[in-house]
């Protein structure tokens, strides 16, 4: 490894800032990052669906009928494993609690697969999205969700990585196993804590 | 000058900035001494990473503006955002060292065993592949029709203007923002009528090449492809906001 | 977000194969469309890069930086042309 320093560069201003808010490894940040693995898809309201579990039992709400059930306002924190960490974000969604009771799922199943518009995927332990945990946000900031920060809707999942935050996401699929989504299968961790530092898998 | 083949692994070698010279109010060409270059080809870029002292680094891609067989030299744009092009023009001095490696392309390349005629389009700072090989076709003497067609926001922000205007090749402007008093060239952003005005007919089966912003190389690449040339003739590289790509 | 092309990985493909592949030709798994590399839609503002078919926008390649390793994935690719080792 090079000892090489760049006389004079610092770039953009890293805070660490409060150490039992922001992770170890992190910075904070004032921007909103937009990162992405493929084009952002802009998929009409009118075609958007949100689905819970698969076959038969599987439940299915239109636009409308999503935004009819009830929803909260919450303000979280959120880490990004490529290290910026962005401090009360406020954003508006319905709680994946809610979702699941409305869809008549217990917990047999102690995983689930969030899937999104672009085909992108991401692994959730059931446990982790329940009990207050994660929401199906479609407000940021006061404002309808952004395009380019998943809307209509996204996964919110604060107490992970953001990438688990899964942008563009169109339903929850349950299953009996840890199945890794996309950047799990491509050398990131499993559960992602930002609080142990599980970036890479092996961490 | 024997064309540099570059095979095998690039290492990051530690350069030396010779000289610098302001371009415009934003953009500034680094002229740099590298130990070991092995050479480059018009069109090729180099990548270049920054360290700080607690480690943190970044990197990022420019474009080689000087012809084959000059020292290495990459004009940088400086964006307000940006992390790494404000180093690079405003704090970077004559002495410093910077880290880097290339060359680098194998694609987005001319020579003169590539012929003509050649059309060659940019958006902002898309002009600095592009002037490499300008720059290579005049020094080489090579004797082969070349129309460039430069987009840029205003008059003060076209790079190499002097230059350009002593080159014996065409050089079509278009500003898109502000026009000096009496402008009289293309004062809007590249459209397919334009297109069609200024690039050569499909017929001379030119060589094209296109860089700049991603919408800028997709509108003009597809619309040359509409006005009959061949995808295989259309060459493009894409440049990012996070500064040369 | 917008992509940038194959000729943004010039260097990191140089990196992980120890070649300049910008011009190298290869075929795409899901839909058979064939470029060369520099065509490719690249996207580079991610935990990790990640290189799409222009034509169908399938995933054909992602590389991650794990611990200065690199981890990559090219189940994406029916075919990508690399040079024959030297004799």
Request: one cysteine or more; glycine letters at 12%; aromatic letters at 10%.
């Amino acid at each position: 490894m090079s000892d090489f320093i760049s006389r004079g560069f610092r770039g953009h201003r890293r805070e660490s800032g409060d150490p039992s808010r922001v992770p170890p490894g992190q910075y904070v940040t004032s921007d909103f990052p937009v990162l992405s693995a493929g084009p952002t898809p802009h998929t009409r309201l009118e075609e958007w669906t949100f689905s819970i579990g698969e076959g038969d039992g599987r439940r299915t709400w239109t636009w409308d009928e999503f935004q009819a059930l009830p929803s909260e306002t919450v303000t979280v924190d959120i880490h990004c494993v490529t290290r910026w960490s962005k401090l009360d974000t406020v954003w508006e969604g319905v709680s994946v609690d809610t979702l699941l009771a409305e869809a008549g799922e217990d917990d047999a199943h102690p995983y689930l697969l969030a899937y999104c518009d672009g085909g992108y995927t991401t692994n959730v332990p059931l446990e982790d999205v329940t009990g207050g945990k994660a929401w199906v946000a479609f407000g940021y900031d006061g404002e309808p969700l952004e395009p380019e920060h998943g809307g209509p809707a996204r996964l919110l999942v604060p107490h992970l990585y953001f990438w688990k935050s899964a942008k563009w996401v169109r339903g929850l699929a349950l299953r009996d196993e840890d199945e890794p989504g996309f950047w799990e299968s491509n050398g990131y961790h499993i559960y992602g804590d930002p609080w142990l530092e599980q970036r890479y898998a092996g961490d | 000058m024997a064309r540099a083949a570059v095979r095998g692994r690039l290492s990051w070698q530690i350069a030396t900035v010779e000289a610098v010279a302001d371009e415009t109010p934003r953009v500034r060409t680094l002229v740099l001494d590298v130990p070991d270059w092995a050479g480059h080809r018009a069109g090729q870029h180099l990548d270049v990473r920054l360290t700080a002292e607690d480690g943190y680094r970044a990197e990022r891609s420019y474009s080689i503006g000087s012809p084959p067989g000059e020292p290495v030299a990459i004009t940088v744009e400086r964006l307000d955002d940006g992390e790494v092009s404000p180093y690079l023009t405003e704090e970077l001095r004559t002495g410093d060292a910077l880290e880097l490696r290339g060359p680098i392309g194998g694609y987005f390349v001319w020579g003169p065993e590539d012929g003509g005629p050649l059309l060659l389009v940019a958006g902002g700072s898309g002009v600095v592949p592009l002037m490499a090989m300008l720059r290579h076709r005049h020094a080489a003497g090579i004797d082969v029709p070349a129309r460039l067609l430069y987009s840029s926001r205003t008059l003060e922000d076209v790079i190499y203007r002097a230059e350009l205007d002593a080159l014996d090749a065409e050089v079509v402007y278009t500003l898109t923002r502000e026009q000096p008093p009496g402008w009289t060239g293309y004062a809007r952003r590249v459209d397919a009528e334009l297109l069609a005005e200024v690039a050569w007919p499909a017929e001379q089966d030119p060589r094209v090449f296109v860089c700049g912003p991603t919408p800028f190389v997709e509108t003009v690449a597809g619309t040359l492809v509409e006005l009959g040339y061949p995808p295989q003739r259309v060459k493009t590289e894409r440049f990012g906001a996070t500064g040369g790509r | 977000m917008e992509a940038l092309d194959g000729n943004a990985i010039g260097g990191l493909l140089n990196e992980v194969f120890g070649e300049e592949l910008t011009a190298a030709h290869g075929a795409c798994g899901s839909c058979g469309a064939r470029w060369q590399v520099a065509e490719l839609a690249v996207y580079v503002r991610a935990p990790g890069t990640v290189v799409r078919c222009p034509s169908c926008g399938s995933v054909l390649m992602t590389f991650v930086e794990v611990r200065r390793v690199w981890s990559v994935d090219m189940r994406g690719l029916a075919e990508l042309e690399l040079s024959a080792p030297a004799a």
